[in-house]
């Protein structure tokens, strides 16, 4: 399988887990608590972010972007200005889903110094990324320069590149610090066996959307030209491969959020089941 085939049907599998976690935890905040907070406005946020970005990612991909060989409806121009759209979509919706887990730790902690900690690192992530978002806005005078339409001038490249670069260490950062703020959280809470292993699983999938953030600036080193990128298909594979690990870095930060708050759930469920064997226990007394 081609890069554009892994990351179509990548982004078609994040896409329905997301929804399954996220509509899981919005039933429980609703149904089970019957409270809807800031936390959870977010991460709703977060994910019609990442459907934009998604969308973008398959109308690219639909025009050709990445895919060989060449078909009929395949148009070059098309297919770039959609790829630049979703990398801006990737970037606000990165902004929004860092925002989102923050919050959420942010609500399940009530230790001063930690919720400094995550106040400052919202902080700092948001104003780079906001940097990064209007840096890539701006640097072609008109906006269609970036997909080869019209006239006017671009900022140089090493511009861009050294603050994408920036923004990759701040989201690494970012995302390793709040893999282990859990930890250190958790450190001193007494747990049942069972949620114990139920905390481990969701800081695991915490872990990997952190590695995914360091393999990815691995590909943002090899861009070394915008122009390049646009002319050269092994620069465009790399391209999508950079936009892949995107999605799979948005992915595995929205699905543990969401599982964070799904423990009332387990206890309805245990619940259901421990009324079912209690009439099914009962029910041969009744009869006599």
Known sequence: M?????????????????????????????????????????????????????????????????????????????????????QLAYVFTSAVVKTGVALVLFRINVEKSIRYILIVSMTVVLIVILVFFFLLVFQCRPMSLNWGVGEGSCFEYSTVRKTGIALSVTDITSNWLYSFLPIAMLYKVQMRGHLKLWAIFILGIGFVSSIATVVRFKYILKINNRHETLQKFNEIENSLLVILWCHVEIFLAILPSSLVALRPLLRYANEIIHRQHRNRTHRPSERL
Request: charged residues 15%; glycine residues 8%.
């Open 2 to 86: 081609s890069v554009a085939e892994d990351l179509f049907w990548l982004v078609i599998a994040a896409l329905i887990l997301d929804s399954i976690g996220l509509g899981l935890r919005c039933w429980v905040r609703i149904k089970l608590l019957r409270f809807f907070g800031y936390d959870d406005v977010v991460l709703c946020l977060s994910f019609i972010g990442y459907i934009l970005f998604a969308a973008f990612t398959f109308v690219a991909l639909h025009y050709g972007y990445g895919v060989m060989p060449v078909k009929p409806w395949h148009d070059s121009k098309k297919a770039i200005e959609f790829f630049f759209l979703s």
